[in-house]
């Protein structure tokens, strides 16, 4: 249930929609992943030939083939009956053939909060020319936010479909969905009709806004991270029709064509807040190797670890070439009173916005779940009609209704414009999952506090009227700790060829983020009675945290243009701030990100393109396969000696061993300076608990000397213990945790990254789950 409520809350808040299955087609939507060499169909007119050769009589290659992929796919997509694709299958040219899954769509002070203010040191001229791919839903064109002084970098060829671009929007393409398989209620443009696009947009590369506002929460000035960058817009998240409701929809084979476009525009970055609504295994999300080719040519792709909460193994996007980024909290925050007539103590939330002016006068409440059945009867006679409602309450009013969670009760409310709602949920307060809102005056109970107003209602002297105040912002430190937000995907992975790689890399705001909006989309996806247009809007999830990453990814890149992603990516993550309290680090990776330093890095952990796939030979992957994927005939694993122990120059250091044995675990890295020609830099570790670690970790050598700039030096980490249970530790899979940090002698530059040694207690239900698929 409280999965359930959670699922609930995701959806209502987050664009989180639910599974869904293609309409009802004879013919399904495949992505046809070819191998690589060997054969003559590798081109678009060899994709052509193979799918004449295995359609059905009725069928053409025209009205079959979707799209054959050059930069980001070995393969096409199709249009297939189930027989075309067992053919398919059966022919050895073809690696595999699967069905184009939904990826789903997983908000300023947040800039300021990671110490990259308006007034931090930049680099206007080199940021301009930087652009951004953001693969979303479209963006709202008319915002202010979206506008810029400086032109669009002089190499860029401009292409803007039904928007023309101008100096801030310097590229917008759209992929349409298959009207046979798809009921698409939007027209084909670039135009924004959800939301979500515009929204992670704007956090990255948004013009600064003064006064902005969310009716007059968050007031402040709105901004991206990099205000000078410029956008490239990619749309293949549309509306259809699902049994009967809009939802979004954003399909594997349009984000595959996106990638192949962005590749091709050479953008410098892609944002990518969408992902699996859960993992699978690396060989079949041809999405993430897409992104692989990306980095090939120098692009990184920072994107969501998805939004399905606390879980361990839920983690999606994993793969170790990419920036996979959790939701964490920052310093706002916000608290709604609810008033009891006559009572002296009122009850605060700190859950719910609340932007509707109702603390006038008291209202009655009435309680929609009353067990006293002539009440409820009562009640729900008043809701049904207007002229009822004037009847049964005093003076005329109108009344608040008292209700535990139904999504019915709540339209129905919406509908007949009660004048607010109480909601008593099984949700914790500390949900830290963004905060709840409806189209009418409400506020949300746990538990507890549910209960209590029922004490007090019950009370014989009871007035059973209640005021709903407006949701007021707080001081941080009568706040939350800024940790990570419950609703944020958990590592680790339970794919074997990601296991050892601690993921999420690092935290980003997430909770509460207001952003650009357009002014034609209703504020909260609930209810279709949400006549409220704003230009600014209110998210939370980590779709919004992973363009702070993004946006962060930009200015260090506006500073260093020829620095690698992997580069970008280990300054990131090396120079974040430590997560102040409870969770580990499969929640937050190496903690939260933070401008203050991430210019000056000192060392970076380089890992280039064909280290991922030395990794993957090593680590036993399948030639065939890798050669697909990569899209290279030069992969050979076949000479490479297996070595399950291989590891990647990867910043932080993750081992999973077996439960109760004694281990050894050797990390080998090396690192480059970028800080200072003549350094030394001293290696140290941290133990998080003392009383806990029974582990013992030598680093060496234990002092790194640098000549010059570009200097790389190697060390090992070595760990020795016994992999027991630490029950210290919420997920008791975890073992060790601790960290290494290289600290400059005469400076101020700390390279910090975690070292992770865990087990699984139990076999996991989830893995084992997955190992299905
Ligand atoms: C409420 O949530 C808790 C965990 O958060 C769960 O154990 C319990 O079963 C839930 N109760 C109901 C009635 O859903
Ligand atoms: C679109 O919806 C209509 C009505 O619900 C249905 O009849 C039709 O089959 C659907 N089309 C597709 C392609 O699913
Ligand atoms: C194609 O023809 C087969 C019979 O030959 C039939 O079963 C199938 O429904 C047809 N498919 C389409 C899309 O018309
Ligand atoms: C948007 O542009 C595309 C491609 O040029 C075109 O097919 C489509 O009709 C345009 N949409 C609108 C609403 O003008
Ligand atoms: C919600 O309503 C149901 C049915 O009316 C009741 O059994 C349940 O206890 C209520 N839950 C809360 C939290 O009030
Ligand atoms: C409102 O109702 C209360 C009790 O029902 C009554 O005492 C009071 O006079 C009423 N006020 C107005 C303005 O009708
Ligand atoms: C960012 O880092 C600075 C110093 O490095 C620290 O004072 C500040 O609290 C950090 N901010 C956050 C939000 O972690
Ligand atoms: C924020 O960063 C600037 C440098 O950009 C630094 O001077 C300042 O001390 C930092 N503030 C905090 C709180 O870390
Ligand atoms: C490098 O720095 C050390 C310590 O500050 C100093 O003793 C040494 O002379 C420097 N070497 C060069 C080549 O500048
Ligand atoms: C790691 O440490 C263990 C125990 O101290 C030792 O036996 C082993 O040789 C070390 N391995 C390396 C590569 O340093």
Redesign the pocket.
Known sequence: MAIALHAFFLQLILFFFASLAEANNPRKIYLVQMKVGGHRYGSSSGHKELLGEVLDDNSTVANALIYSYSESFTGFSASLTQNERQKLKRRREVLQVSRSRNLKLHTTRSWDFM?L?LA??RNPLAESDLVVAVIDSGIWPYSELFSSDSPPPLAWQNKCENITCNNKIVGARSYYLEKEHYNVTEEKSVIDVTGHGTHVASIVAGKEIEKASYFGLAEGTMRGGVPNAKIAVYKTCWKILKEGKEVSYCPEHKALEAIEDAIKDKVDIISYSQGLPKPIPIHKDCVSWAFLRALEKGILTSTVAGNSGMNPYAIINGAPWVMTVAASLKDRFFMTELELEEEDDSIFVYNTINTFQTQDSFYPLLDETSPDESTRKRALVAESKDSAITLNHRNGTTKDVFFNFSQTILDKAIEERVQGAVVWGNFSENYALGKLQFPIASIFLDKEKGSDLREDLAKPESKHSVKIHKTVEIPPEEGLEPTVADMSSRGPNCDRFLENILKPDLAAPGVDIIAGWPENVNLLPTGTNDYRHLRFNILSGTSMACPHATGLALYLKSFYPSWSPSAIKSALMTTSTEMAQSGNEFDYGVGRLN??KVLDPGLIYETRHQDYIDYMCKQGYNTQMLRSHVGSHEIDCSGTKLDLSADLNYPTRTARVDINTKFTKVFYRTVTNVGAPNSTYLGEIKFQDEKNFEAEITVEPKRLHFDKLGDTRIFTVNVTGESKPNMYYKKSFMTYNTWLTWTEMDGSRQVRSPIVIYSITKSSHACRKFHKN
């Open positions: 110490n203010t931090a040191k401008a203050t």
